[in-house]
């Protein structure tokens, strides 16, 4: 005796969409879970959970505006027809530095550039 393998297709439900409408707003009720109506409605949780992301997701791209911003304009500013000269920074720099007892301090622009000349920044260890 011969057996022939038999496949049986089981045919996907195909939910109206009064169906799914009923069931999305049951999911959306506060204190409700997608579990619960799931449950009530005989359906799988998780193809629920799909129903009710893309009906949350086709009510936002409902309701997104388009933003437009205005184009960019250029704002002339008035200016005074003659630069004022800031005056120039004073040429010693006085750096005090208070550790117990001892005092350091008036450090001049000599000493800074010979700091400088270094290649690298002037550096305090107070041991």
């Known amino acids: 005796m011969e057996e022939k393998d038999q496949t049986v297709r089981v045919k996907r439900k195909r939910h109206s969409a009064e169906f799914k409408a009923e069931a999305i ?3 959306l009720q506060p204190g409700v879970s997608v579990a ?11 193809m629920l959970r799909t129903w009710v992301t893309a009906h949350e997701r086709a009510l936002a ?7 437009t911003a205005p184009a960019a304009e250029f704002i002339a500013l008035p200016m005074p027809a003659t630069h004022e000269r800031v005056a120039p920074a ?13 005092t ?24």
């Open 25 to 27: 707003k049951a999911c």
């Open 36 to 46: 619960a109506v799931a449950l009530h409605y005989r359906l799988n949780a998780n």
């Open 61 to 67: 791209e409902r309701n997104r505006t388009s933003v």
């Open 90 to 102: 004073p040429a010693d720099i006085v750096i005090e530095v208070k550790r117990g007892a001892a």
């Open 104 to 127: 350091v301090g008036s450090w001049n622009d000599a000493v800074l550039k010979i700091c400088s000349t270094r290649g690298r920044p002037f550096q305090f260890s107070g041991r």
